[in-house]
């Protein structure tokens, strides 16, 4: 298994521009998640879903949008790009309980000037 | 909702020295307890958890963490440390009672130095 992965690993983004960071998963797992990690932040839910159709606001939603059309894949879509978004960003995905594991991919690290 | 408070930001500690990094949280319902660890330029990976029972979790890697209800607590422990447990320690808690989010402490970058 592949596990979690997420494309690009690194990208620059002029402010105004437009992007979709990839996530998939293949271990079937129904929930996906969506966070931002900021130095000495933490990281932050930005959106999650508990499957294919259906997603939902984490923390920070703000200028960003899902879509969850396989239990696969889990796209996060930047529109209109400001500095404040620059960041990392990790896609995770887990299976129904509050008990499991999350799986985290191998993030994205993105530049916005 | 759920908070986590991780104080330290940074640890240094010397090989095989043991080390602790605190973890406290807030929390009104009951809450299932994480340890996530992120090693250089990689995602996060779960180190150990608390659901129930014991108090007392161990990790394959010879850490341990001990769920404090009273003191609503859950401190990482290790008695010897190596160079290789240099990362970046998440402490994080998740509602027991249901929905799988999951709150996050601001980290703890442990460095083991020679």
């Known amino acids: 298994n592949a596990g979690v992965t997420q494309t690009p690993k690194f990208r620059i983004l002029k402010i105004g521009q437009s992007m979709t960071l990839q996530c998939a998963q293949d271990?079937?797992?129904?929930?996906m998640y969506w966070y931002r990690q900021d130095p000495g932040m933490g990281l932050k839910l930005i959106y999650y879903?508990?499957?294919?159709?259906?997603?939902d606001k984490g923390e920070v939603p703000n200028g960003y949008n899902v879509s969850r059309s396989t239990t696969e894949d889990f796209p996060l879509r930047l529109e209109l790009a400001a500095p404040s978004q620059t960041s990392v960003y990790f896609c995770a995905s887990s299976r129904l309980s509050p008990e499991e594991t999350q799986y985290f991919g191998p993030g994205t690290r993105l530049l916005v000037l | 909702a759920q908070s986590v408070t991780q104080l330290d930001s940074q640890v240094p500690v010397f090989e095989e020295a043991p080390v602790e990094l605190r973890c406290n949280y807030s929390?009104?319902?009951?809450?299932?307890l994480f340890w996530y660890v992120q090693y250089p330029n990689q995602g996060l990976q779960l180190l150990l958890k608390y659901l129930s029972g014991s108090t007392l979790v161990e990790s394959i890697n010879g850490f341990e963490a001990e769920f404090n209800k009273s003191q609503t607590s859950f401190h990482l422990r290790k008695p010897s440390v190596h160079i290789s447990d240099t990362a970046e320690y998440f402490c994080a808690v998740s509602d027991a009672g249901g929905g799988n989010k999951l709150t996050f402490g601001t980290g703890t970058q442990l460095k083991v130095e020679l």
């Open positions: 271990m079937n797992h129904n929930y």
């Open positions: 929390s009104s319902v009951s809450v299932y």
């Open positions: 879903s508990v499957g294919a159709g259906i997603t």
